[in-house]
């Protein structure tokens, strides 16, 4: 069936440094979303991409969906310690548009 | 900030007991999901609704039911919980938008405890 893939699990990062989590689908996604989860918290919807080739940004966050439309990364650049959380992604499934989920990427800010 | 609200938010209980957990959201979406979700961890669809009187299973297998009476109201009932249950749930809801769906809101959970 379709799986949505997502890597790293965890990235550990010195404050300053930049972070990039990696999702890649079994099949070709109408839509890919993001969501932010902090520790304790609930899913918190970021950006949705739909064209092939889209990069969006959000001030030090940028989103980048592939030509063929299977992948997507985040990439945050110097990382803060309010970036803290698990950031997933999520596409819809071709027969009844239900999101599946990658596992999510974890973001440890090193003390 | 969504319009999504779920009770209780903590809740201990013992083996055996039936339990209800409440969800409800004023935005009119047809669409609404319960996930588990282990802290930090990944979500797992458990029940899915297109609308009123629609209800669905997701991928994990779950000894819960649910129903939908009302478009706003999508409660979950255990009706026999066990330790395995100890869990976060979360509701969440989306809108049809032709074709597809808009993004999930997600209410706040409930941190579930068997004991």
């Known amino acids: 069936g379709q799986q949505v893939m997502q890597i790293p699990q965890y990235q550990h990062v010195q404050e300053g440094e930049d972070f990039t989590t990696y999702c890649n689908s079994s099949?070709?996604?109408?839509?890919i979303q993001w969501y932010k989860q902090r520790p304790g918290g609930h899913p918190v919807f970021l950006i949705q991409?739909?064209?092939s080739g889209e990069v969006k940004k959000q001030k030090r966050l940028t989103f980048q969906f592939g030509e063929a439309k299977k992948n997507s990364s985040l990439h945050i650049t110097a990382t803060q310690t309010t970036d803290v959380g698990t950031y997933f992604c999520?596409?819809?499934?071709?027969?009844?548009?239900?999101?599946?989920w990658g596992a999510g990427t974890k973001l440890i800010i090193k003390p | 900030e969504a319009d999504i609200y779920q009770t209780p938010r903590y809740l201990v209980i013992g083996t055996g007991k039936k339990i209800t957990l409440e969800c409800s959201q004023t935005?009119?979406?047809?669409?609404m999901y319960w996930y588990q979700q282990d802290p930090g961890m990944e979500l797992h669809l458990i029940h899915y609704?297109?609308?009123?009187?629609?209800?669905e299973k997701g991928d994990l297998s779950s000894e819960s039911t649910v129903s939908r009476i009302r478009t706003e109201h999508f409660p979950l009932t255990l009706e026999s919980a066990r330790p395995s249950h100890t869990s976060q749930y979360l509701c969440?809801?989306?809108?049809?938008?032709?074709?597809?769906?808009?993004?999930?809101?997600f209410g706040q959970g409930t941190r579930l405890t068997v004991v």
């Open positions: 609704s297109y609308g009123v009187n629609s209800t």
């Open positions: 969440a809801s989306s809108a049809q938008q032709g074709w597809r769906y808009t993004e999930a809101f």
């Open positions: 099949t070709t996604l109408s839509n």
């Open positions: 999520a596409g819809p499934m071709d027969s009844n548009y239900q999101l599946i």
């Open positions: 935005m009119g979406h047809d669409k």
């Open positions: 991409l739909v064209k």
